[in-house]
């Protein structure tokens, strides 16, 4: 169990880091001799942070939408992690650990949700 919790992290924050990565040379690349708050202040108002969004612009390879789809990735990591070990604590039947990951995991959604 614990090695699948470790595998889950690593490929998470791995490819995050990739995404954020690319993002950055692709950003570097088209608008290397442009100030950042130039850039910063001329960015399309675009597309927000939902995944649905994000995907279909990543895959054309706009830079803007790799580095927030690689900060998302890197933000619901932990999440995916802690909903991984509840479903894997029930599954050994360790209803207590269960219950506490499900706790932790209402409060991850909470917070990131802005409810609390």
Known sequence: MALLLSLVLRVGVLLSALLVLLGGVGELWAHGAVPVGAIL???PGAQGWSPLALMP???QGRPEAL???GLLL???TPVARVA?????FL??????YAGVALWVLGLLVLSL???M
Request: no cysteine.
């Open 41 to 43: 202040q001329a960015a």
């Open 113 to 115: 949700t802005g409810l």
């Open 67 to 69: 580095v927030r789809l």
């Open 57 to 59: 612009e990543a895959w």
């Open 91 to 96: 599954l050994e039947g360790d209803a207590f």
């Open 84 to 88: 991984l070990a509840a479903i894997l």
């Open 74 to 76: 890197l933000l619901l």
